[in-house]
């Protein structure tokens, strides 16, 4: 922030490279980071793995993915599952977020900046 956007009741301070290091190898950090892995890395390769599930399906079973069901075929209905699945991952993202993340990122930004 330049000297001319500050307003009289900013107090922020701009942390140094050295306080980002020393952040960084902080147990605060260590513990937002694994909050963050906590649901990112399972969630990740649960989702490739249904994508896989859905390619491999679709490539050899194709005779089952044209069957019909419901009005439409089961690759259809497996096709408009992964966006399904996509925005439902998203919304448990920003729940899960919210309540660990953020809080906690916030508390890492209030002390880097004051």
Same mark, same amino acid.
């Given at each position: 922030m330049s000297d001319s956007t500050k307003t009289a009741g900013d107090t922020r301070r701009e942390p140094?490279?050295?306080?980002?290091?020393?952040?960084?190898?902080?147990?605060?950090?260590?513990? &937002?980071?694994?909050?963050?892995?906590?649901? +990112? %890395?399972?969630?990740?390769? /649960?989702?490739?793995?249904?994508?896989i599930f859905y390619v491999l399906v679709a490539t050899y079973l194709p005779d089952q993915m044209a069957q019909p069901f419901w009005?439409?075929?089961?690759?259809?209905? &497996?096709?408009?599952?992964?966006?399904?699945? +996509? %925005?439902?991952?998203?919304? /448990?993202?920003?729940v899960y977020a919210n309540k660990n993340i953020e809080p906690q990122a916030a508390a890492?930004?209030?002390e880097m900046e004051g």
């Amino acid at each position: 922030m330049s000297d001319s956007t500050k307003t009289a009741g900013d107090t922020r301070r701009e942390p140094t490279s050295e306080d980002f290091i020393a952040m960084q190898k902080s147990p605060q950090f260590q513990k &937002l980071r694994k909050t963050y892995r906590q649901f +990112t %890395f399972p969630v990740s390769v /649960a989702f490739f793995v249904w994508y896989i599930f859905y390619v491999l399906v679709a490539t050899y079973l194709p005779d089952q993915m044209a069957q019909p069901f419901w009005g439409l075929n089961v690759g259809l209905w &497996l096709g408009l599952a992964q966006f399904a699945t +996509t %925005f439902l991952i998203t919304w /448990a993202y920003v729940v899960y977020a919210n309540k660990n993340i953020e809080p906690q990122a916030a508390a890492i930004r209030q002390e880097m900046e004051g």
